[in-house]
């Protein structure tokens, strides 16, 4: 059984290897790995109690997204991992879900307006309680919702290729400090998407977005 100290809430709906891809991501992202480390696949299986199968595929995983490499003779090792590859993200997600902002504008009926105030307002109940898992997993399904309406295939997949690493990164440098700077920028740009002034959305994104990554 896969055994973590997050919050079960975080992995809901996520893979076993998934789900430890992102146990080792975050290991790389505060620095207890580091760029040059070699993972060993039984090492990381024993520390979370599980075969190496599944940590193998979610070494596989983080090999697709760049963030290792494997090396023949000497197994996986952790690649460079900057500042900048995290800003080259923020800058591609904030690109992806203004671009949903467009996509999405005929399609903000008053049922899907509805509906993102309520998403809205279960961030709202996370922030009061000071869940910040909870809170970054809510938050984050406001932006899905733009992007999933439009139903773009390729959009979604952009999306939730440049979220991953996004993500894992937020439940990182995020804390009570940080949350409460986010959330202001967060209800900003959810109002702005209720009244249907998009063009402020689009700004007011980038601006939430880049104030939750300090």
Same mark, same amino acid.
């Given at each position: 059984? @896969?055994?973590?100290?997050?919050?079960?809430?975080?992995?809901?709906? +996520?893979?076993?290897?998934?789900?430890?891809?992102?146990?080792?991501?975050?290991?790389?992202?505060?620095?207890?790995?580091? %760029?040059?480390?070699? !993972?060993?696949?039984?090492?990381?299986?024993?520390?979370?109690?599980?075969?190496? %199968?599944?940590?193998?595929?979610?070494?596989?995983? &983080?090999?697709?997204?760049?963030?290792?490499?494997?090396?023949?003779?000497?197994?996986?090792?952790?690649?460079?991992?900057?500042?900048?590859?995290?800003?080259?993200? &923020?800058?591609?997600?904030?690109?992806?879900?203004?671009?949903?902002?467009?996509?999405?504008?005929?399609?903000?009926?008053?049922?899907?307006?509805?509906?993102? /105030? %309520?998403?809205?307002?279960?961030?709202?109940?996370?922030?009061?309680?000071?869940?910040?898992?909870?809170?970054?997993?809510?938050?984050? /399904?406001?932006?899905? @919702?733009?992007?999933?309406?439009?139903?773009?295939?390729?959009?979604?997949?952009?999306?939730? +290729?440049?979220?991953?690493?996004?993500?894992?990164?937020?439940?990182?440098?995020?804390?009570?400090?940080?949350?409460?700077?986010?959330?202001?920028? &967060?209800?900003? @740009?959810?109002?702005? !998407?209720?009244?249907?002034? @998009?063009?402020? %959305?689009?700004?007011?994104?980038?601006?939430?977005?880049? +104030?939750?990554?300090?």
């Amino acid at each position: 059984m @896969f055994k973590h100290t997050l919050d079960k809430t975080e992995h809901f709906g +996520e893979s076993l290897p998934e789900q430890i891809s992102k146990n080792i991501l975050k290991k790389i992202i505060k620095g207890e790995l580091k %760029a040059g480390d070699k !993972i060993g696949e039984e090492e990381i299986s024993k520390e979370l109690n599980t075969s190496r %199968a599944p940590v193998r595929e979610a070494l596989y995983l &983080l090999q697709i997204d760049g963030v290792v490499e494997r090396v023949p003779r000497k197994g996986t090792i952790v690649k460079s991992f900057t500042q900048k590859d995290i800003e080259d993200y &923020l800058e591609t997600i904030i690109g992806i879900i203004q671009l949903g902002i467009d996509y999405s504008k005929e399609y903000w009926t008053k049922e899907n307006k509805d509906k993102f /105030k %309520a998403l809205l307002e279960d961030s709202n109940i996370e922030y009061d309680n000071q869940n910040i898992i909870e809170y970054q997993y809510k938050a984050e /399904k406001l932006f899905r @919702f733009i992007i999933y309406i439009t139903e773009n295939i390729g959009l979604i997949r952009f999306y939730e +290729e440049a979220n991953h690493i996004l993500n894992v990164f937020a439940q990182v440098q995020m804390n009570s400090k940080t949350m409460e700077k986010f959330h202001v920028k &967060l209800k900003y @740009f959810a109002t702005t !998407i209720i009244d249907s002034d @998009f063009n402020k %959305a689009k700004e007011a994104i980038k601006e939430a977005i880049k +104030e939750g990554a300090k």
